[in-house]
T-cell receptor
Framework: NAGVMQNPRHLVRRRGQEARLRCSPMKGHSHVYWYRQLPEEGLKFMVYLQKENIIDESGMPKERFSAEFPKEGPSILRIQQVVRGDSAAYFC??????????????FGPGTRLTVL | AQKITQTQPGMFVQEKEAVTLDCTYDTSDPSYGLFWYKQPSSGEMIFLIYQGSYDQQNATEGRYSLNFQKARKSANLVISASQLGDSAMYFCAMSGFGNEKLTFGTGTRLTIIP
């Protein structure tokens, strides 16, 4: 009964490098969400995806950030040319596709990105 | 737009006492969900409890209950018989109808004193 899986748990990058964060949703869940948490702050929504589709990317920075959720494999959050301000905890959450109610999102353990 | 307000940045509570964490919200959605999550020092986000806007009863999950007052737009979390392991950050969040993004408050840091 695996929960939401994220890897790596910790990622260190130098300025200008690329960061790839992976998320595997809970079994049976087809909706994936990415959130960012800066130190001592709450979580901020970034993007909402279903298989092969981006549903809502209103929280994604316009440049350098992209996300995908392919038909096979995990969801990927990609940050190109990282800067120090990208240092944060990145959380993935998943939910089921039950219609007619607001579905609970279950979170992974997060990836702590540090940009040197 | 949705907004969550948590006005208590930190709270100290004696072990075994009950504690209430405040949360008020604002939304124009006719249907919405309210959530509480716990974030211990290890960093993970743990789902605690959910309340739907049209649910007739206040939600309960073990020692957690949600005091939902729709007219006042409040969704306070009540933890009964607090334990040392309850020390953590607590976030109130909401989403609109269906599978939509969560909007989080700034959190309350709860410390249980032995």
């Amino acid at each position: 009964n695996a929960g939401v899986m994220q890897n790596p748990r910790h990622l260190v990058r130098r300025r200008g490098q690329e960061a790839r964060l992976r998320c595997s949703p809970m079994k049976g869940h087809s909706h994936v969400y990415w959130y960012r948490q800066l130190p001592e702050e709450g979580l901020k929504f970034m993007v909402y995806l279903q298989k092969e589709n981006i549903i809502d990317e209103s929280g994604m920075p316009k440049e350098r950030f992209s996300a995908e959720f392919p038909k096979e494999g995990p969801s990927i959050l990609r940050i190109q040319q990282v800067v120090r301000g990208d240092s944060a905890a990145y959380f993935c959450a998943s939910s089921s596709s039950t219609s007619g109610r607001t579905d609970t999102q279950y979170f992974g353990p997060g990836t702590r990105l540090t940009v040197l | 737009a949705q907004k969550i307000t948590q006005t208590q940045p930190g709270m100290f509570v004696q072990e075994k006492e009950a504690v209430t964490l405040d949360c008020t919200y604002d939304t124009s959605d006719p249907s919405y969900g309210l959530f509480w999550y716990k974030q211990p020092s290890s960093g993970e986000m743990i789902f605690l409890i959910y309340q739907g806007s049209y649910d007739q009863q206040n939600a309960t999950e073990g020692r957690y209950s949600l005091n939902f007052q729709k007219a006042r737009k409040s969704a306070n979390l009540v933890i009964s018989a607090s334990q040392l392991g309850d020390s953590a950050m607590y976030f109130c969040a909401m989403s609109g109808f269906g599978n939509e993004k969560l909007t989080f408050g700034t959190g309350t840091r709860l410390t249980i004193i032995p």
